[in-house]
């Protein structure tokens, strides 16, 4: 992007502090993109190195971006990752800060092939689980009589976790009624909290179950519920051409939308049906 050599870059680096990277576990450098398009345009601007990071420092750092809450994550300060997020919330909205920062920011610190989590990603998650709970505290009251309860399935820690809150939140925040609960929950037990959501859908998230207990688990809601629709979200339940489990987006909005969709789809058929006439009464 910027024509010059990786040496002349990490030259830049040491002698002007600009563009800054973060490494990876492996001791890489990555570069957040918003830095590398302002340095890219003020050296096209001035031809002139030194010139053209002094200028692109003084236009500031761009908007928050994933990367630069990655780097945040990264040192550890939490303070840096609230005003990022602040600054994210005044140009975008909620759910497009949750997709394209604070969910960006968190996976770029998730190794999937490394077993144990670093102290950058475990930071990260613990505090995006924070930020995610207080706007559910602030989410406005439910305006829609439908209730969606969603089953998470992923181990502590996990992104796939990180993304059920994501999508309970984005459902609260369209008026919907939402349950989040773990798999661990016995059959027995879960059928009990369902009366009071009554859930017209019920969505998989997560992967660290077997089938068959998911199985259990979706065969107790069908008990006390038989018009819920399953589905399921980020592979919870494996893909094997037979199953008749509806399958959502791979991002929270784009499964919120599929959701909704699919659920208004449903009132329209069922208030369009005319019902079942009532057996004639006779006497004798």
Known sequence: MLGVSPNTLRSWERRYGFPRPRRTP???????????????????????????IALARQRGEGPSSGSRLACAFA???EDKANTLLEE????????????????EGVSAHADQAVPAN?????????????WLSALKRLSPPATRNTGVLVLDASAPLELDGL?????????????????????????????????????????????SITLDALGRLVYSVRSVTNRATIFDFRGAVPDTGA??????????????DVLLGRLEEVRIS?????ASPLPALTAR
Do not use: C
């Open 26 to 52: 492996g001791g890489h450098r990555q570069y957040a993109l918003n830095e590398v398009e302002s340095l890219r345009a003020t050296l096209a601007e001035t031809h002139n190195v030194s010139s053209a």
């Open 75 to 77: 040192g550890f300060d």
């Open 88 to 103: 994210s919330l005044a140009l975008r909205s909620v759910e497009r800060t949750i997709e394209e920062v604070l969910l």
């Open 118 to 130: 670093t102290p950058e990603y475990e930071f990260a998650w613990r505090y995006a689980t924070g």
């Open 163 to 207: 993304y059920a809150q994501s999508l309970e939140l984005m459902l609260r925040r369209a008026g919907v009624r939402t349950l989040s609960l773990s798999t661990a929950i016995t059959p027995s037990r879960l059928a009990r909290a369902l009366p009071a959501l009554d859930p017209k859908a019920v969505v998989l998230a997560g992967r």
């Open 243 to 256: 199953s008749t489990v509806s399958r959502l987006g791979a991002t929270p909005l784009a499964a919120r």
């Open 270 to 274: 069922r208030a369009t049906t005319p």
